[in-house]
């Protein structure tokens, strides 16, 4: 038995020997893996633990170091999927709050050095926690985490509004979109 590897941007088929075909599975076929273009994409499980451990490792209470390794981490898993401005704006925020946190404190107590040094701790926390949230989003399809959710048991109360939620939220993004588009080509918005 041979199977095929194909790919969104080969023409031809190459064949693969049996091994091969019972490395990948069922089928043989490596489409999964190979994402349409998109790069491996980690299995749904694997992505959800990620943001659990991560964010945990972010919005922990006390030092700040598991909080810029989770944002190093988060800068690491966008550039895989290659969204560079996604990155670069994740990055952007979490160096300047990284900097409010470091250089305000040298200026000398004040009221106001200690409310933008708490707001860039929170900030810097939440900004990572999303970073990885976003990076899951990315690379994880409705329907994998529909199965992957059942596998694990998650009951049902709690599968249904995380998949309506992530189907709900690209399409208001787009419409939200359409209607902008749309008010410029009225002349009601500014561009």
Wanted: proline content about 6%; glycine content about 8%.
């Amino acid at each position: 038995m041979t199977t095929t590897v194909r790919s969104a941007h080969s023409a031809p088929a190459a064949p693969r020997a049996d091994a091969a075909a019972q490395e990948f599975g069922p089928g043989g076929s490596v489409e999964v893996l190979l994402g349409a273009g998109r790069g491996v994409r980690p299995d749904p499980r694997t992505a959800l633990v990620a943001v659990v451990v991560l964010n945990g490792a972010a919005l922990s209470v006390g030092e700040l170091a598991p909080s810029l390794m989770a944002g190093v981490i988060g800068w690491i898993a966008l550039a895989s999927i290659g969204a560079w401005g996604l990155l670069s704006g994740f990055a952007c925020a979490e160096l300047v709050c990284v900097a409010c946190l470091y250089l305000v404190p040298l200026a000398g107590p004040s009221v106001l050095g200690a409310v933008v040094v708490t707001t860039a701790y929170w900030v810097l926390r939440v900004t990572v926690a999303t970073a990885v949230a976003v990076y899951a989003v990315q690379v994880v399809q409705v329907g994998e985490l529909l199965v992957a959710l059942r596998s694990m048991r998650v009951p049902v109360a709690l599968t249904v509004p995380v998949l309506v939620l992530l189907r709900f939220l690209p399409v208001a993004a787009k419409e939200y979109r359409a209607v902008c588009d749309a008010m410029v080509l009225r002349g009601i918005a500014p561009a």
